[in-house]
């Protein structure tokens, strides 16, 4: 929040935009002035055309605007980012910058440097009682996600000289630094798991159920991703 508007990381779903401007008029009176895109992914963007028609601008990395074209999405952004870019709004200031691919290749990580708080999208998650799952959700190869990029991309982050100690997750509660650490360690762990079962000749079952007693990769969310993290891990 700042004296002069305010700067949203992501706007949900459509239908959660009437909650989404309620949450913020009931903590200020100023208007919603720029959304920063973390991704490409609905649960990301679904409020982006109704936030443009009420003349919010909104900001993405250059793949996940790319992405939001191809796929035909509502709500592409007007404003687009190579590798960084800064919002300066009411004496204080946000950069999105793009560490590389992961989750997707467009993953935008959001920094606070004045409150030392990063948004990390879902490049970081955490598990919840409806959702427990102790690493990514998934590796969206359809939007040239990659598993192997994935612990670079965080490695970026944490040696970034970013100051911050608290990590907004994509999904899951508001964590601290050492959580990002944890499972950045976590996911390194998982990938060479997985890498070593297909080497070996494991089958898309094998890996499935190591994922899920392992790691805690509910099934639902492993078989989006399986076959092609095994076949970028062969």
């Known amino acids: 929040m700042t004296d002069e508007g305010v700067i949203l990381i992501d706007d949900k779903f459509e239908q959660d935009y009437p909650e989404i401007i309620a949450k913020v008029k009931s903590v200020t009176d100023k208007p919603i002035r720029y959304v920063l895109n973390t991704h490409q992914h609905g649960d ?47 004496g204080k200031e946000v950069r999105a910058h793009y560490f590389g691919r992961g989750h997707t290749n467009g993953d935008a990580v959001i920094y606070f440097p004045a409150d030392r708080v990063v948004h990390t999208g879902d490049l970081f998650t955490v598990a919840t009682s409806t959702a427990p799952v102790t690493i990514a959700p998934f590796i969206d ?24 100690d608290v990590a907004i997750p994509g999904h899951g509660p508001v964590s601290k630094r050492e959580d990002v650490v944890a499972y950045r360690k976590n996911f390194e762990a998982m990938r060479n798991r997985v890498s070593s079962m297909v ?9 499935s159920k190591m994922l899920a007693t392992e790691f805690g990769w509910a099934a639902t969310a492993s078989a989006r991703s399986i076959d092609p993290m095994m076949a970028e891990l062969k």
């Open 44 to 90: 990301q963007t679904g409020g982006n055309a109704k936030m443009l028609a009420a003349s919010v601008e909104i900001i993405a990395q250059k793949n996940a605007r790319a992405n939001m074209v191809t796929g035909k999405m509502p709500g592409v952004p007007r404003i687009s980012f190579t590798e960084e870019t800064e919002v300066f709004l009411g």
């Open 199 to 207: 080497r070996g000749g494991k089958s898309k079952d094998d890996v």
């Open 141 to 164: 190869y359809s939007a040239s996600g990659s598993a192997v990029e994935w612990t670079r991309t965080l490695d970026g982050v944490l040696n970034s000289g970013w100051n911050f």
